[in-house]
Structure formats: structure tokens, C-alpha cells
């Protein structure tokens, strides 16, 4: 039984979904917003919330823990991106469903960095609700 397995295998081996989701994080941090499948920003969204808020805090040990999952890339972009978010008590995602893929179907979504979207509230204020990759 499953009791208390709340995570999505995303059906590929463990060493293969946690290179993916470190992959999928950077590239968000980085880009500060991904087109991916529905179950992948799912899976993202709870891999990366809990880094965001131990990066809040500018202490060795988070530090050590958001190092084992990253490299020193992240910790910079990490850096930046905490003083963004610092007041924020969590929620730090926003996830958008897109519609579904043509080739097989799956369901999409834009994950984004929700202190980092400022097209979005132009285009709420205006009416307009398009979303621009």
C-alpha cells in the first residue's frame, strides 16, 4: 500500500526525476517561468517551495541543504531572488493550465515565479487576460 507517498514518480526511475526536477528548477529560477507538462510543474512546485523559503533565511546550514540539491549558480540566483520574495509567506508559484499537447494529448502548464510576473497584472488591470510565453 501506499500510505503516505505523496510524490508523483512521473514513471521514470528515481535518479532520473531528481536530475529533472533540479533541471526543471534551475532553468525556472533562471528564466523565471517554464512550459512543461501539468504533473511535471506539480511535481516542480513542491520540489522547489521549500528551497525558496530556506533561501529566505542566510544561514550555513540552508545554505548547505540548498547546495546539495544545486550548485553555486543557484545559490546566486537564490540570492537575488530571496530579497524578491522575502516578505512573501509562501505561494512562491503560480501554475496555468494551458490546454493539451498536440502529439499525445498531455495536458500543459506555464509554471512561473509569481513576484516576478509583472505583464500579468498589466493585462488583469486592462481586461486582457492573454498569457505571453
Known amino acids: 500500500m501506499r500510505h503516505g507517498k ?4 512521473l514513471g ?3 535518479s532520473h526525476r531528481k536530475s ?5 528548477a534551475f532553468s525556472l529560477l533562471k528564466n523565471k ?3 512543461t507538462t501539468l504533473a511535471k510543474a ?3 512546485r513542491n520540489y522547489i517551495e521549500p528551497l525558496l523559503t530556506k533561501s529566505k533565511k542566510n544561514t550555513i546550514h540552508y545554505r548547505r541543504i ?4 544545486f550548485n553555486n549558480t543557484v545559490l546566486e540566483l537564490l540570492e537575488k531572488i530571496s530579497s524578491k520574495i522575502y516578505n ?3 505561494g512562491y508559484t503560480r501554475i496555468i493550465k494551458t490546454g493539451f499537447r498536440v502529439g499525445d494529448s498531455s495536458e500543459t502548464a506555464i509554471i512561473e515565479l509569481v513576484d516576478y510576473n509583472n505583464h500579468y497584472y498589466k493585462n488583469y488591470a486592462a481586461g486582457s487576460f492573454k498569457i505571453p510565453l
Open 88 to 90: 512573501r509567506t509562501g
Open 20 to 24: 529533472m526536477l533540479s533541471n526543471m
Open 33 to 35: 517561468r517554464i512550459m
Open 12 to 14: 521514470v526511475k528515481s
Open 42 to 44: 506539480k511535481a516542480l
Open 6 to 9: 505523496k510524490n508523483n514518480h
Open 66 to 69: 540548498i547546495y546539495k540539491n
